[in-house]
C-alpha cells in the first residue's frame, strides 16, 4: 500500500500586481498555515520520501515551510509541468515517480490538483473525506489517498481518499 499526499501551496500575496503569476509569494496567512500542515504531517506519521513539487515561488517557499517541520529529510524534485497542470499532467507525474517511494506528496496549483484529486477517489473512499474534498480544496489544504499497487500502473478512481485537511481544521 502507497501513499498519495496532494497539497495545494499556501495561501499567496497579491500585494504586487505586476509580479508574474509563477513568481507570487505567500501572503502573511500562507506563512502562517504551511508550518501548521508541516506539524501536521509529522503528527500523523504521514512522511514523504519524495516531494514532486511546482517550481513557482509560492509552492517552494510552502515546501520550505512545511518540511522543516518534517522529523526526517525528504528527495525533493522540481516539476516544472506541475505548473498550471491539468488532472492528466498530474497523473502523468506521478505515474513517472521513483518506484521505491512509499509515501509520495505532490505540492501543486488550482484548478489541476483538486480535479486530480477528486478523479483518483474510488469507490472506497471516505464519504467524509469526499464531502469535505467537494466543499472547496483552499489553498494549504491536503488530501490523502491510499493506493495499491505501484505508481506507473496508477489511474483515475483507482485510489481510496481517506482524508480531506484544511488549515481551517489545524487552527
Known amino acids: 500500500m502507497k501513499q498519495l499526499l496532494l497539497l495545494r501551496h499556501a495561501k499567496s500575496s497579491w500585494d504586487d500586481p505586476a509580479l508574474a503569476d ?19 504531517l509529522a503528527r500523523r506519521s504521514w512522511l514523504p520520501d519524495l516531494a514532486l513539487v511546482s517550481p513557482a515561488l509560492r509552492t517552494r517557499e510552502t515546501w ?3 518540511s522543516a517541520e518534517l522529523s526526517a529529510s525528504v ?6 509541468a506541475l505548473f498550471e497542470a491539468t488532472a492528466g499532467d498530474i497523473l502523468a ?15 501543486g496549483h488550482n484548478p489541476g490538483l483538486e480535479d486530480f484529486a477528486r ?4 469507490p472506497r473512499s471516505s464519504v467524509a473525506a469526499l464531502r469535505k474534498l467537494e466543499e472547496k480544496f483552499p489553498t494549504g489544504a491536503l488530501a490523502r489517498s491510499v493506493i495499491d499497487g505501484d505508481w506507473a500502473n496508477l489511474g483515475f478512481g483507482a485510489a481510496r481518499l481517506t ?5 481551517k481544521d489545524l487552527s
Not at 97 to 103: D, K, N, P, R
Not at 119 to 122: D, E, Q, S, T, Y
Open 163 to 167: 482524508h480531506c485537511i484544511k488549515p
Open 93 to 107: 507525474e506521478v505515474q513517472q515517480a521513483v518506484a521505491s517511494a512509499g509515501c509520495l506528496l505532490v505540492l
Open 119 to 122: 478523479r483518483l477517489a474510488g
Open 64 to 66: 520550505r515551510l512545511v
Open 75 to 80: 528527495t525533493v524534485e522540481f516539476a516544472e
Open 22 to 40: 509563477f513568481d507570487r509569494p505567500l501572503g502573511p496567512r500562507g506563512l502562517k498555515t504551511a508550518p501548521l500542515m508541516g506539524r501536521e
